[in-house]
């Protein structure tokens, strides 16, 4: 049977490998570690820590650009009021997006490949297309990865530079927000990202594929490494693009503590109208957020890659 396009060309089931020795203590080798995680678990680990180190990496530029999303400001005014801010203040905010990233990118590609696994089992002999059955269970693992809004929405506010005064850390946020308006209040943001999230999932996994099939043949695994940067790199910054303006209002929406939800539909309309009805103001940011996501996909695809090579 023909490996469909939406799998992962790493996808292998991994065999044990003896334990080394050091020094009288025993060392695993990244195969045994592979096979301690087994078939489906390593994905999550994979994807857990490549969302880490690229979240580490890429930080600072992602406080340029929400401050962009939020305010409709020039990058360079966004760095002058980093730089105001102060260094102490510049990784304010980690926290949150490395927790909720690296849990949302494991499950991302951990629940893909589970909800694969389980709904082509289901689909056998039903004559379903692999490639429909494929691109359900990846909507289905970026609804999954919602329920981690809470993480999103603090984020939001501790970037913010005009709650710095209000709110001390991740963990003063969250028991304030719940403490004051409830644990409702921790998914204010909820439906831009749901509309965000399955869509981009199913194009994610349903194009590295055939992009990745377009690139020069390689054989040396720093040429692994390059193509897989450039595939997720390419994908990630061209849905970046694609959804931009539900950033805009995912951050706006999120901005705001306590009174009423409004509509995704509102908060869109009242950023249009605050912009001048600009399309450029309200795509104001999305340069900066095109080479961040070339970046940050890039790494993450090429991390989640390689360490699954090294796991099978």
């Given at each position: 049977?023909?490996?469909?396009?939406?799998?992962?060309?790493?996808?292998?089931?991994?065999?044990?490998?003896?334990?080394?020795?050091?020094?009288?203590?025993?060392?695993?080798?990244?195969?045994?570690?592979g096979?301690?995680?087994?078939?489906?678990g390593?994905?999550?680990?994979?994807?857990?820590?490549?969302?880490?180190?690229?979240?580490v990496?890429?930080?600072?530029?992602?406080?340029?650009?929400f401050?962009?999303?939020?305010?409709?400001?020039?990058?360079?005014?966004?760095?002058?009021?980093?730089?105001?801010?102060?260094?102490?203040?510049?990784?304010?905010?980690?926290l949150?997006?490395l927790?909720?990233?690296?849990?949302?990118?494991?499950?991302?590609?951990?629940?893909?490949?589970?909800?694969?696994?389980?709904?082509?089992?289901?689909?056998?002999?039903?004559?379903?297309?692999?490639?429909?059955?494929?691109?359900?269970?990846?909507?289905?693992?970026?609804?999954?990865e919602?329920?981690?809004?809470?993480?999103?929405?603090?984020?939001?506010?501790?970037?913010?530079?005009r709650?710095?005064?209000?709110?001390?850390?991740?963990?003063?946020?969250f028991?304030t927000?719940?403490?004051?308006?409830?644990?409702?209040?921790?998914?204010?943001?909820l439906?831009?990202?749901?509309?965000?999230?399955?869509?981009?999932?199913?194009?994610?996994?349903?194009?590295?594929?055939?992009?990745?099939?377009?690139?020069?043949?390689?054989?040396?695994?720093?040429?692994?490494?390059?193509?897989?940067?450039?595939?997720?790199?390419?994908?990630?910054?061209?849905?970046?693009?694609m959804?931009?303006?539900?950033?805009?209002?995912?951050?706006?929406?999120?901005?705001?503590v306590?009174?009423?939800?409004?509509?995704?539909?509102?908060?869109?309309?009242?950023?249009?109208?605050?912009?001048?009805?600009?399309v450029?103001?309200?795509?104001?940011?999305?340069?900066?957020?095109?080479?961040?996501?070339?970046?940050?996909?890039?790494?993450?695809?090429?991390?989640?890659?390689?360490?699954?090579?090294?796991?099978?």
């Amino acid at each position: 049977m023909a490996v469909s396009t939406m799998d992962s060309e790493s996808s292998r089931t991994p065999q044990p490998a003896p334990a080394l020795t050091k020094g009288g203590y025993s060392l695993l080798s990244a195969r045994a570690l592979g096979a301690r995680l087994g078939t489906q678990g390593k994905h999550y680990f994979c994807g857990s820590v490549a969302a880490f180190t690229n979240i580490v990496v890429t930080f600072p530029i992602q406080k340029v650009l929400f401050r962009q999303q939020l305010h409709g400001v020039l990058a360079i005014e966004a760095v002058q009021q980093l730089q105001r801010d102060g260094l102490r203040n510049l990784y304010r905010g980690l926290l949150p997006p490395l927790l909720q990233k690296s849990t949302t990118v494991a499950i991302m590609f951990g629940l893909y490949e589970d909800f694969s696994r389980v709904l082509l089992d289901r689909a056998a002999g039903s004559g379903m297309p692999e490639l429909a059955t494929r691109s359900f269970a990846a909507a289905l693992a970026g609804t999954a990865e919602a329920v981690l809004t809470p993480f999103e929405r603090v984020q939001t506010l501790l970037q913010d530079h005009r709650h710095h005064g209000r709110f001390k850390n991740t963990v003063h946020t969250f028991r304030t927000l719940v403490t004051e308006h409830g644990v409702r209040e921790c998914y204010r943001g909820l439906v831009p990202i749901l509309i965000r999230n399955g869509p981009s999932n199913v194009l994610f996994f349903g194009l590295r594929g055939p992009i990745k099939e377009q690139l020069p043949e390689v054989n040396s695994r720093a040429g692994h490494m390059a193509s897989d940067f450039v595939c997720g790199g390419l994908l990630g910054a061209a849905l970046g693009i694609m959804f931009y303006p539900l950033n805009v209002v995912k951050s706006r929406a999120q901005s705001q503590v306590g009174g009423a939800f409004q509509p995704c539909r509102q908060v869109l309309l009242t950023v249009w109208r605050e912009r001048g009805g600009s399309v450029a103001m309200l795509f104001r940011g999305a340069t900066l957020n095109y080479h961040r996501s070339l970046l940050s996909w890039g790494i993450i695809n090429a991390t989640y890659e390689l360490l699954l090579k090294e796991l099978s």
